[in-house]
Nanobody
Framework: QVQLVESGGGLVQAGGSLTLSCAAS????????VGWFRQAPGKEREFVAA????????AYADSVKGRFTISRDNAKNTVYLQMNSLKPEDTAVYVC?????????????????YGQGTQVTVSS
């Protein structure tokens, strides 16, 4: 089993930046692709970004492309989501996910492990 714990959420003004972290513990040896998803009140969960096990391949939702960057530090078992130029529509609970495969997936159900989520609120 792998446990994922997110941190770094909070309240920020539009145009500001936040960096989310996702720390993994448990059976972290092996190859894991990771992803970030978000869900705003009254809306469906949506894909944000994903990263292959070695960091060589990334994917981003069109709505965040050019503003968000996903990265990982395998030595620290931590995944990051750097969010710049934040907009009110980025307000959501952000969830970190992991799957024991080399490549990522953009569907939430593809992942085996999920964090509890961290709230990001962007004020206008």
């Amino acid at each position: 089993q792998v446990q994922l714990v997110e941190s770094g959420g909070g309240l920020v003004q539009a145009g500001g930046s936040l960096t989310l972290s996702c720390a993994a513990s448990g059976r972290t040896s092996g190859t894991y692709a990771v992803g970030w998803f978000r869900q705003a009140p009254g809306k469906e969960r949506e894909f944000v970004a994903a990263l292959s096990w070695d960091g060589g391949r990334t994917a981003y939702a069109d709505s965040v492309k050019g503003r968000f960057t996903i990265s990982r530090d395998n030595a620290k078992n931590t995944v990051y989501l750097q969010m710049n130029s934040l907009k009110p529509e980025d307000t959501a609970v952000y969830v970190c996910t992991a799957r024991p495969y080399r490549d990522y997936c953009s569907a939430y159900v593809c992942y085996n492990y999920y964090g509890q989520g961290t709230q990001v609120t962007v004020s206008s």
